[in-house]
């Protein structure tokens, strides 16, 4: 499997997470967001939303939207599952990965800060109001979900698709500046996780496009 990403895109992060939890090989082919290079021809084909991450299945299907590409994993791949067994625990899960990937990503990502940025002139205090409002909020109902249904991890004792949305959501919500001091469960799930090799493999700063400053 070949798997199009950026280092520092929290959409590809998930996919990696799964990937390295699964114990699944696959080769990685950085897309430059910076550069744009989601938006070349060759790009563009792979994936016409000009998004990251984008998969090339061992069969060689082109899957996008990382929801869908976790969930294809999970099927195809179900050795080792990051669904919990009973069915109940399975919707927790999603919906946790559900509101991080709607209610609070799509409310930080690149083109939304750039256009509050560039085109509303948000200077730093109404972004941090932005902020700490949209992504901050959906946080806090991650922060109570996890408070009924973790027991060390998101879902449960063991990793699950939650806890792949969550990791990358809180790498962005500290590279952000968002306020996390009400969700202490999120911190704490945080570094758990952060000890585990499979989520550090997945770590951003682990990957050969990375950018050290
Ligand atoms: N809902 C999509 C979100 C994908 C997404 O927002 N990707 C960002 C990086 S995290 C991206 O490619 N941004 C490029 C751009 O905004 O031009 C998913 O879950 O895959």
Redesign the pocket.
């Known amino acids: 499997m070949k798997l199009f990403g ?1 280092w520092r ?4 992060y ?1 996919v990696r997470i799964a990937m390295e939890l699964k114990g699944l090989e696959f080769s990685y082919e950085p897309v430059n ?1 910076l550069k ?1 290079e ?2 070349s021809p060759a790009f563009l084909n792979r994936n016409p939303q ?4 984008a998969l090339e299945t061992e069969e060689g299907f082109l899957l ?4 869908a ?1 976790i969930e294809y994993l999970e099927e195809r791949y179900p050795e080792v599952a990051l669904l919990p067994a009973d069915a109940a625990a399975r919707a927790h899960a999603r919906a946790i990965a559900a509101t991080i ?1 709607c209610e609070a ?2 409310f930080m ?3 939304m800060q750039k256009y509050l940025k560039e085109e509303l002139d948000f200077d730093d205090a109404a972004m941090k109001a932005w902020l700490g409002r949209w992504p901050g909020g959906a946080m806090e109902s991650v922060e109570a979900l996890v408070e009924r249904y973790g027991a060390g991890f998101c879902v449960g004792d063991k990793p699950t698709t939650a806890d792949c949305f969550l990791i990358p959501q809180m790498y962005g919500a500290l590279r952000f500046g968002v306020d996390l001091s009400r969700t202490p469960r999120l911190k704490s799930i945080h570094e758990r996780c952060a000890a585990l090799d499979p989520f550090k493999r997945a770590h951003p700063e682990n990957q050969p496009d990375a950018v050290r400053t």
């Open positions: 950026y895109s929290s959409a590809t998930r967001l744009g989601q938006r000009g998004l990251v991450p996008t939207q990382s929801i590409i990937a990503q799509p990502n690149l083109r």
